[in-house]
């Protein structure tokens, strides 16, 4: 499926509807309905049955600095093309993966979980990208104007790196660039979805959000920058093995992706780079298989609480590891604990079942 160009000026169209507005219909023909917000500055788009699961909230947060939240999820292989001109472009993302490419002829490339992907194109050229049916994906993305860098960020041009400064003063194309989300910009992403307040508040909040993210990934980018062109050697791969095996032994007190890296010797571009070529994911999406898998054996082999093997999985509180655990296996941790003492007891001879069945007195009951 096809779905028709989107343009930054056509979002900030939309987003300058006036909230007493009924709902419109999207300008793509049986794409979704969009919903003013109703303190004004932005909509949602939902998107129809036909096309996916979910939709994405876009907030024009000022005159030069607007964020796309999307939750959402392919019924059928999609593909777009986004044009934002004069725009710089960073896209976070936090669940799921997709593929992105610009220019005619050019090979795709990834967007995945754990990295940001940023980039700054020529007036009229466009970007496509590609999501795969039935594919959760979770991100935001910050679009910031090039002419209003310094009134956003109060950085005038010539404080940011070459890169980042051809693109505000002489509209030189920055091309695809992917780096890691760190600590603190994976966080700014995550509370973007989470954000507690309403109205004007919201407002401000997203905006440090969006700044958050802005400034941490051009500190990564000028940080590693020298580090394009990597290869893994027999010593990095090494290093990448044991940074796995450093997962596993403290799911229960777990180290950020800086932490990690620092503890094995290697920059935070190379251990990504190292995981995603090793495992076929990033740190973030290793580190949540391993402590899922963990849990689901302590939630079927074992008779510990709920409560403990979420803070043993390095999960804070048990409704996230709940969340979590029915995501990547369709059911609940109790649901599957007392379905796997059922088959157990379906096997064993009828008096010893009797004798052994934990229902009657809720112990099953967490």
């Not at 986004?82 to 725009?87: A, G, K, T």
């Amino acid at each position: 499926m096809i779905l028709d160009d989107r343009t930054i000026e056509e979002m900030l169209g939309c987003a300058g509807q006036s909230a007493e507005a009924a709902r419109w219909r999207s300008a793509a023909v049986h794409e979704g309905r969009r919903e003013p917000l109703v303190s004004g500055h932005g909509f949602r788009h939902r998107y129809d049955e036909s096309v996916g699961d979910g939709g994405w909230v876009f907030h024009q947060l000022n005159d030069a600095l607007s964020m796309a939240i999307v939750d959402f999820r392919a019924a059928h292989h999609i593909s777009r093309l986004h044009r934002h001109d004069d725009h710089l472009v960073f896209c976070a993302w936090i669940e799921g993966r997709s593929t992105i490419s610009a220019g005619n002829g050019l090979a795709d490339e990834e967007l995945a979980h754990g990295f940001c992907t940023f980039y700054g194109l020529p007036s009229g050229d466009s970007v496509r990208t590609v999501y795969e049916p039935n594919r959760p994906l979770r991100w935001v993305s910050i679009f910031l104007r090039r002419d209003r860098i310094k009134d956003v960020l109060g950085l005038d041009a010539e404080a940011l790196p070459e890169i980042f400064r051809d693109y505000i003063l002489h509209r030189t194309p920055t091309g695809l660039r992917h780096v890691p989300l760190g600590n603190v910009s994976s966080i700014a992403a995550t509370q973007a979805f989470e954000c507690p307040y309403q109205g004007e508040l919201r407002r401000l909040y997203l905006t440090a959000k969006a700044i958050e993210i802005v400034c941490a990934v051009i500190q990564s980018y000028a940080e590693d920058s020298d580090a394009d062109g990597q290869v893994l050697r027999r010593a990095d791969v090494e290093k990448v093995k044991l940074a796995k095996q450093v997962i596993e032994e403290n799911l229960d007190e777990p180290l950020s992706v800086s932490e990690l890296a620092a503890a094995v010797g290697m920059t935070i571009k190379k251990l990504q780079y190292g995981f995603q070529v090793l495992y076929r994911g990033s740190v973030g999406q290793v580190y949540k298989q391993v402590r899922l898998s963990k849990a689901m054996v302590l939630v079927s082999k074992s008779d510990k609480s709920m409560i403990d093997i979420a803070i043993e999985c390095g999960y804070e509180c048990p409704g996230s590891f709940t969340r979590a655990f029915k995501l990547a296996f369709g059911s609940c941790p109790t649901l599957m604990r007392t379905a796997q003492m059922r088959s157990v007891l379906a096997e064993l001879p009828r008096e010893d079942a009797g004798l052994a069945s934990p229902f009657a007195d809720g112990a099953l009951v967490n």
